[in-house]
């Protein structure tokens, strides 16, 4: 991933001169500059979740404001990626690089981003759009079917069924039982006799 924006935020012990650990935040901006700055341990746990132009605020403060060593090299390199954060689109670009990173850390972020954009895509056919008549309709006749599903849904094996005559109420028979409808049969019984 040498070519991708990259923040990592660290604690460990990296100067061997000094006992204690440090918090290292390293920075790389593809054809930029690469460099990392030491701060101290506290700051760790106030950056590792920071989206990452966040964190290099948080880094300019010390920077510009001592409570770094610094060398030429590391100026320099700092120099650069502040140049390249001024740009509100670079700065986009570090946190859309952020935001990828968070995702591939964390299964359950990505999951629900996959559904964020499922329901974005939904809502963007409504955008400027109300919905028509026939829309309203179609929706509408969509959840009768549902429910209409459920209320046909076998009870103890069993089904209701209707024969289509509003006068013949629904009864329930069983799934197997091909005779027709009772009331049906009654008045053909009854015009038979
Ligand atoms: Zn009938």
Known sequence: MSDSILVRITLDSYDMASTGRQTQVYVQIPEVASASWLLSSDLFHRLKDRPWPEVMDVVRDYVTYGGLA???SATAAWAAVMEWLRDP????????AWEADQEQRHPVARKLR???????????????????VAEEM???KERSAELEALELGAVNGR?????GNPDHPTWLRKLDDKRGCPWCRIAEMG???
Do not use: F, I
């Not at 895509?121 to 109300?130: F, M, T």
């Not at 089904?159 to 024969?163: I, R």
């Open 89 to 96: 689109a670079n700065r986009d670009e570090m946190q859309a």
């Open 70 to 72: 610094s060398n030429s």
């Open 159 to 163: 089904t209701s069924a209707s024969c």
């Open 138 to 140: 179609a929706y509408l």
């Open 191 to 193: 015009g038979a006799a």
């Open 114 to 132: 996959a559904r964020v954009a499922e329901l974005e895509a939904e809502l963007a056919k409504y955008v400027g759009h109300e919905p028509t």
